[in-house]
């Protein structure tokens, strides 16, 4: 009776390893809700555990709290309602596995869009871009007007050194995480150009175009100061002049 007992005992544990390995390697739909434009019900999302650093200063994420979300393969398979959060360090999505509450960091070759749903019915949109002259390589970037002209911003997390401070935890440190803002604009041909949010740079990134631009915006009485003004001007000149 013992024997078995201890045979018993041995299988069970060899379950319990099996099914934790399973969980840590991927994410099963059972337990997401998905829409009705996800066409592979048994598909797995793909990733591998992920492990937060200690960051005495600042944050690797764009936001520490867990946000409901989406995400869109690139075959297209879409997935609602998951928790997630988006590491600005490692330019990476994490996913928070409903059963087993562990974090995993979800494989960026098989996903080309992810949000995050506002409390206020306004959708924070993602999309995986590759930069012309760097092809091998592929970032997340916040849609902020996607058409044949797009602006988009690429959120990166920095370690930058700091004056030595004392942590939480009582320990001497001297490099903090910042988050930087870079704005792009994306013209057909996949040619990316940075900007700031200032009239004058912004205008100088139509070259030949510049004084139609600038005519453009005063016939539509645009004037550039906020982000929206931006948006609203990408609109009018993409419908005049593109």
């Known amino acids: 009776m ?18 934790g390995v399973q969980i840590h390697a991927q994410i099963t739909i059972q337990g997401f809700t998905l829409t009705t434009e996800a066409n592979s019900t048994k598909y797995k ?15 690797e994420f764009m ?12 075959n297209k398979d879409r997935y609602d309602s998951l928790r997630l959060k988006f590491n600005t ?19 960026k070759n098989v996903i080309k869009e992810f949000g995050f749903y506002s409390v206020i019915d306004n959708l ?9 002259d760097d092809p091998e390589d592929s970032h997340y970037f916040k849609m902020l007007y996607d058409g044949k002209l797009k602006i988009v911003i690429l959120y990166q997390t920095i370690e930058k050194k700091v004056p030595a401070y004392r942590d939480k935890l009582g320990f001497m440190r001297n490099t903090s995480f910042e988050m930087r803002t870079d704005y792009y604009l994306i013209f057909p041909g996949n040619d990316f150009e940075k900007f700031k949010l200032k009239r004058t740079p912004f ?3 139509f070259g030949v175009k510049k004084k139609e631009v600038r005519k453009v ?16 001007a990408i609109g009018v000149i993409e419908k005049e002049l593109y």
């Open 2 to 19: 013992k024997a078995m007992q201890k045979r018993l005992k041995t299988i069970v544990t060899c379950l319990l390893i099996f099914a």
């Open 45 to 59: 999302l793909p990733g591998k555990q992920f492990y937060p650093l200690y960051v005495p200063s600042g944050s």
């Open 63 to 74: 936001d520490d709290k867990w946000q409901l979300g989406y995400v869109i393969l690139e």
């Open 89 to 107: 360090y490692k330019n990476e999505v994490i996913c928070l596995h409903n059963r087993s509450m562990s974090m995993i960091e979800l494989d």
């Open 124 to 132: 924070m949109s993602f999309q995986k871009l590759q930069r012309k």
């Open 203 to 205: 205008l100088n990134l």
């Open 217 to 232: 915006l005063r016939q539509n009485q645009i004037r550039l100061f906020h982000e929206r003004d931006f948006i609203r």
